[in-house]
């Protein structure tokens, strides 16, 4: 798929030195990027070339091939067509997956809301754009990214494991860490 927010070549506070060429190449893909847009947020980010047959997803990666060297060149016509080009394979792949049987994601999303805040945990980062739909506002955050965060927790998560391998289905409520106590000060007398 294309990158999701086209880089706004005409605005000048931006991208103060683009040539017209370059805008015009850049108007040239957004139709394209709405398309892509709206194929990762029903079948999940780059996951619509994974339900189609191996040759219909090379086809398409051709047809990207070809558009990234048009645009490379410089060429808005060029761009224009490929860009075309691009949104018809993603119409095929579409049709193709649908007549295959297979549905649009539908990621389950554990919400939870803490001291106001609401957070969203979503199995995979192509979950976001129909969670985004379904869930406007939240903030979500992946299993994976969940993982970091609990790994990033050095000197705690020792010790969260050993409270959960001792009292088997203990819930955490808060996570501290410890008071830095310097034992130069001064002792007031």
Request: aromatic letters at 6%.
């Amino acid at each position: 798929m294309t990158k999701p927010y086209r880089q706004n070549k005409a605005d000048r506070l931006i991208n103060p030195g683009a040539k017209p060429h370059e805008i015009r190449c850049d108007y040239a893909v957004a139709p394209l990027d709405r398309v892509a847009l709206d194929m990762d947020r029903k079948w999940g980010i780059d996951r619509l070339p994974s339900l189609v047959a191996p040759a219909m997803a090379e086809k398409y990666g051709a047809a990207m091939e070809h558009l990234n060297s048009a645009i490379d060149e410089n060429d808005p016509a060029k761009v224009a067509d490929a860009a075309n080009n691009c949104m018809r394979g993603l119409a095929a792949m579409d049709a193709a997956a649908t007549a295959a049987g297979h549905k649009p994601i539908t990621p389950l999303v554990w919400e939870y809301e803490l001291d106001g805040k609401r957070f969203g945990i979503v199995q995979s980062s192509g979950d976001w754009p129909a969670v985004a739909v379904t869930h406007p506002g939240l903030t979500t955050y992946t299993l994976r990214e969940v993982a970091l965060a609990l790994a990033s927790y050095k000197n705690a998560l020792p010790i969260i494991e050993s409270v959960k391998a001792a009292f088997p289905g203990a819930q955490i409520s808060a996570v501290r860490t410890p008071l830095e106590i310097s034992l130069d000060d001064e002792i007031p007398y």
